[in-house]
């Protein structure tokens, strides 16, 4: 027969284990994310020679060359707020 106490020790660590999953989770996806980050840098970073060595041209690897949606430049405006004028 299981106890209170033993019941209750048993929801903290179903708790904790789930809590470490979600993190673990996290951490995983924002290192994938920093690696798919670093593999553009380094096609950007190719001439034109070393693209046509791998048999592709600027406008192929382009698409995946643009920046994340919420990195804008100084003259960007953000699409979803109003232009006031």
Same mark, same amino acid.
């Given at each position: 027969?299981?106890?209170?106490?033993?019941?209750?020790?048993?929801?903290?660590?179903?708790?904790?284990?789930?809590?470490?999953?979600?993190?673990? @989770?996290?951490?995983? &996806?924002? !290192? /994938?994310?920093? %690696?798919? *980050? @670093?593999?553009?840098? &380094?096609? !950007? /970073?190719?001439? %034109?020679? *070393?693209?046509?060595?791998?048999?592709?041209?600027?406008?192929?690897?382009?698409?995946?060359?643009?920046?994340?949606?919420?990195?804008?430049?100084?003259?960007?405006?953000?699409?979803?707020?109003?232009?006031?004028?």
């Amino acid at each position: 027969m299981t106890t209170i106490a033993e019941a209750k020790a048993q929801a903290k660590s179903s708790y904790w284990a789930s809590v470490g999953a979600v993190i673990v @989770r996290a951490v995983v &996806r924002v !290192l /994938a994310w920093h %690696e798919r *980050a @670093r593999e553009r840098r &380094r096609l !950007l /970073a190719l001439s %034109e020679y *070393a693209l046509r060595d791998i048999g592709k041209s600027r406008e192929d690897v382009a698409p995946s060359l643009r920046p994340a949606p919420w990195i804008m430049g100084e003259s960007d405006q953000p699409s979803w707020r109003a232009r006031i004028s």
